[in-house]
Each structure stands twice: as structure tokens, then as C-alpha cells.
């Protein structure tokens, strides 16, 4: 290693602490960041590059209903001026404003290739055209009447506006987003309208919380549609804090192609989905085999979104298919809200729904005071100038003489007639023909004019009650424009529940329903037959092992394990190996743990109860869907101390329990007594001086109490020849009726 080089010496070198200057530094590109190129001004929702946009194409005068220019133009216009930045970012930028599918309300009209939903790029800006709509002549309307501050450009050769006027609700009804550093901000679009609603209860209500203004405003409204399935809780805690996301879902229909066939077609998707993207995806799904209910995907679009699902089969349920659509594709999605705009221009925050309408609305009222003002002082100069003239047609005669005449006219027109310097001006400046009696009686009637319009705004710059009223009257205006009975300001989100997962079993739709026979053998084999096998004697096993256990079931069913050390654990019988060979142990597919046997396997039946019991005579009702386990690791059940185990689980189907001892006493007591837990110990069902619990069951005491003998035979002991038998919850017990079993199990 040779020795660190030393800096060289000598004048002009400045030790620099690196720690401090790129803090320094990084902090000065974050603020950058933050403050002129991610976030945008809550007054008028736009970032800086859009804002310079609309500007420069203002003063390119291509208001609504001129002549389009090419885009080429603007962005050279705007990219020279305004925003030293590269030319296709700003191109993007004004694409983005004009495509109907990303802005809720466009802010340009683009003539041309701008795109499409199916995430094409726009054409290069030399063969596309744009000029302003109505939306953005709103935001920019009285920007030439001292609405609101200007700065200079980075050049220092121009200005440009700080925030613009802002006539329109642009910040919540476009939406925004953005990454800063060290913050973000999402932004979804909304209806017009409903802000326009909200507003004027603002105005009213100045202390309405977000919670009220979403009587106006339900939630957001996407220019591509779809449906809203978020809960009404989270969407209102959304508005309240400003964070939070919108499920999203996209619009279908059935629809029918004869002879018991269907297609369902898609025609609307989320907000900020490529179209083509999507089909893609599920294209790669389907070959993939992981949309068995999907057969066949076809994009049908034209102007309108159409694609179209053709199912596997015509037994397939609509609503599943596209549940599972739901979960796997983008078919839903989530729409992130994180509010985080610049507050006065200045302070990043996150605000709530009327904050943000706040914000709006104050920054209306600024933008009302400073208008009137300018008015106001253009009305004193025309009043100046009006006076002046009226003065002098009381004596023409006079005044062309002193033109003629005098070397200095104007300061003898001041002098003789006691005019101010702006009114001898205008008076030298004034033509010939405009000396016509008409012109006389013309500007009196102005004066009478500017002084009732004078008279008007020094009583509405006086008046905090009559600005808010003209406020409203504006916002009404633009409501008017954009009213849900227009083509633009119409509501195309709309709201529904979205179905509880568990009322559509997907693990299960995904699955041919198939008829199975399960075979768990003595030593914890398990299989699948195929079919409801009757006879099983041809079956083979393993060495010495045997049948223990058999039952039918179908694919699409959950088997459950229960283990003596109290857990349950479920299979999918779909998944279980088939039955050609011996089948794999119960221990492969589920973690059982060591020293644990299995007691019993059966079939899950949704919605039924079990009675679950240890050797201790201790047990509960289980909810039966309570127990099913989402892991390999099984679920805990029963709780059971050494040395005791769990001896069995049996559906509570029925409203008494009939329990038995090794020590071959019976007790019968109702179920009632039992209490339903989800999982612990439980509570004493018989109690034994010695010996275990051997068996139990749940019966319907109408129907009486059933077994089967050892040599196969059914045996029934009536209601009425039992009742020596019915007690209460963990007593003894006495000797069963003549016939039981000497195995003392129900079941021989």
C-alpha cells in the first residue's frame, strides 16, 4: 500500500466536510424535487411542467374553438420559455393532458395520434396537433386581470404564473401523481359535479368534516369506469386522513351465444391499466393452466373497450370465473389515495377531502378579491379619462382653438379647463369624428355605468358574505357545465359490494367435481379412488396393513385428519395421490407431529358443528369451519395434557349427547349443556372413578338412541325407555340398556 496522497497545497483550495455538503446538496434536490416537479399546488392541482403548458399555449392564443397548432410549436414554445427540461418529457406531459383515459377531464384537445388505452405511445409531436378545452380556459380564466402573482422565468427574460386562477375543482376532479424524494403523492380523479356540490356546502357549512361532503362526493370517478367495491368504513376513513386505496373491479356482462353457451365480456377496466398489458397477462395465465375455468381470451375492442372470456365449459358459474379473474389479473386492482399536495405553494401536507376543497375555495375568494381590484382600478382610470371629456364638450369651441393656437396645448388645456395630465392626453389623442353629439350622450351613459359597476365591487370587496355568494354563483356555473346530465361531467364509477371470499370457494371452482372414494389404511395410508367405490376387497395394501378408513367425497372437498395430540389437519382431495398405487403416508402431507397417531379421517362439511372429546371425558363443539387449517401445520384444537389424548370428533348434529365409559356406564344429557369454543380443554362431559372415555355420539332424542352390534345389527332404545339414563353434564352414568356393544362403542 503506498501513502495516502495528499491534497495540494497553495491558494484557492476550500476543505469541504463531505458529509455536510452532500446533505447540503441532497437536501437542495429533494426540495427541487418536491417543490417543481412532483407535487401539486393544492389550489390548482397542476404540477409545474402542466402549469407552463397551459400557459405557453394561452399565449399562443389556442383557446377552445381556434385553429389547432402543431405540438411541435408548443412544446418548442414551452421548452425555450418557460421549462429547460428535455423536449419528450414535456411532449409526454401534454399527451398525458389530452388522453380521455388517463385525464377525467382532459385539459387539452389533441388532434392526432395521443395514444391509447392499450399503452401505444402517441405519435412524434410533428404530426400532432393540440389547442385548450373549456377545463383548462376555467383554470386559466382572469389570469390577465391580476388573478394571481407572476415570477420571473429561469432566464429571467420572461414570467410566468406562480398557480393559476383555478375556476375548476382540477386538483381532485383530474387527480394527480407523482414521486418525490421521501414522499409521494396519488391522487385518484372525481366527479366534477360532486365537488362542485361539496363546495357549495363548504361555503355554507365552513366546519363540514370529509365525513359530511361524502354525502356529494361517494368516492373517486375513473375516466375508464369500472366499479368501486371498497367498504363505505374504509373509503370514509380514506377522506378523513387523505391515505388509503380504492378496489377497483372491472364492468362485465353475461352474455348468452345459444344452445347453452355464454361469453362474459369485459367493457371497462381499472384506472391505470394497459389494456394490452392485461390480455397479455392472461394470455400467459391460460397457457400457463392457471385459469382452468378460462378457455379463451379475444380482444374485441374498437372505439369501446370489448373483451371477451369464453369459459371452459357451460357448467361453469359466471361469478366464480370471474372471481378468480379478480384475484389472478388486473381485472381488479387497487387504487392507491395518498393526498400529499403543496399547500399554499409552499408546504408539503397531506390533507383530507375538505381540506383539500378548503384550500380550493380560499384560493377562489383570493383570486375574487384581486380580480375586483384590478377592475376596480381600470374603472377609476376610464372614470378619470370619461370626466375629462364630458368637461371639455361643454366648450369644443375652446379646446380646438387652444389646439390650434397655442404652442403648448396641453398645458393650457390643464390649466384653462383644470384637467389632470391623463385627461389633457386622452383629450389630444381623440379623432375628429369621435366629436359627434352621440359620442356625448354615449359617454355619459358609460359614467353612469362605471359608477353603478364601482359602486357594486367596493360593496363586494366590503362584504365577506356577498364574495362567497358570487363564489357560489361561479361554481354553479361551471356545475352547470359539468352536470351529471352532460356527456363529460356523467358518473362512470359506480359503487357495489364485492361478494365475501368465503361465499365463492375459488380452491374449490378451480377443481373438475369429481366423485372419489378415500382409503386411509391402518398404518396412516392415504388414496383417492375414482368414483364411489362399493366394493373395496379387491384393494391392495401394503405388507400387513388393512382399511381402517373409507368414505366418498368429491374432488372439490377438504378431508380432515384429526391426531391424539388435539390437532386438526386438512387435505385437499384433489391433491391426494391416486389409487393405483399404495397411496403416501398422511405424515407426508401434513406436519403431524412426532408421537402423534391419527384417530380418524372424514370429509369437511361446511357449516357442521363437531363434538370433539379426549380420553379424560373432556370436551366442546367445535365450529366446524372453524377447523379447517390453512397450513401443513394443522390447527390446534382440543388441548390435552399426558397422559390423556384425544380420543374422537363427531358432528353435533342433533340436541343430546350420549357418552360411554371404559368402565361401561352411559350418560345421555342435552348438547345445550356443551359449551361451542374454538378452540381449549373444555369442560367435563362424564365423569369416571376409573378408566377412560371410550365413546360418544350426538342424537336427536325424538328419534332415540342408535348402535351397531358386533354382528352388524341396528339397535334403537326409544325417548321414553332412555329417561333413566338422561342426567345432567359430567355425572357418572349408569350401566347401558340390554344389547349394547361389549366394545362399548356405538358403532359395534
Known sequence: MGKPVEPPSGEGVENV????????????????????????????????????????????????????????????????????HGDQAVYDALVRLAQDFAQRYPLVDGQGNFGNIDGDNAAAYRYTEARLTEVARLLLDGIDEDAVDFRETYNGEDEEPVVLPAAFPNLLANGSQGIAVGMATSIPPHNAAELCDAALYLITHPKATSEQLLTFVPGPDFPTGGIIVEPRDSIRETYRTGRGSFRVRARWTKEDTGRGTWVAVVTEIPYLVQKGRLIEKMAELINEKKLPLLADIRDESTEDVRIVLEPRSRTVDPAILMESLFKLTELESRISMNMNVLTGGLVPRVLGLSEALREWLDHRRVVLQRRSRFRLNQIDKRLEIVRGMLIVYLDLDTVIRIIREEDEPKAELMRHFELTEVQAEAILNTRLRSLRKLEEMELKRELDQLVVEKAQIESLLGSEEQQWKTISWQIREVKKTFGPNTAIGKRRSEFAEAPEASDLDLAEAMVEREPLTVVVTQKGWIRALKGHVQDLSSVQYKGDDGLKISFHTETTARILVLATNGKIFTLEASKLPGGRGFGDPVRLLADIDEGAEIIDVWPHRPGVKLLVVSTEGRGFVAPGDDVIANTRKGKNVLTVDAPYTTALAVPAEGDHVAIVGENRKLL???????????????????????????????????????????????????????????GNRAEAGRLPPKGFPKSNKFSG
Not at 33 to 55: E, F, N, Q, S
Open 17 to 84: 466536510d463531505l458529509k455536510a455538503a452532500l446533505e447540503e446538496r441532497y437536501l437542495a434536490y429533494a426540495l427541487s424535487t418536491i417543490m417543481h416537479r412532483a407535487l401539486p399546488d393544492a389550489r390548482d392541482g397542476l404540477k409545474p411542467v402542466h402549469r407552463r403548458i397551459l400557459h405557453a399555449m394561452r399565449l399562443l392564443r389556442l383557446d377552445p374553438g381556434t385553429a389547432y397548432k402543431k405540438c411541435a410549436r408548443i412544446v418548442g414554445d414551452v421548452i425555450g420559455k418557460f421549462h429547460p
Open 668 to 726: 345421555v344429557f342435552p348438547l345445550a349443556q356443551v359449551p361451542e369454543m374454538g378452540r381449549g380443554k373444555g369442560v367435563r362431559l362424564q365423569r369416571y372413578k376409573d378408566g377412560n372415555m371410550s365413546d360418544a355420539k350426538v342424537f336427536k332424542l325424538e328419534d332415540g338412541l342408535t348402535w351397531t352390534d358386533t354382528s352388524g345389527r341396528t339397535w334403537t332404545v326409544s325417548q321414553a325407555d332412555l329417561r333413566e339414563w338422561i
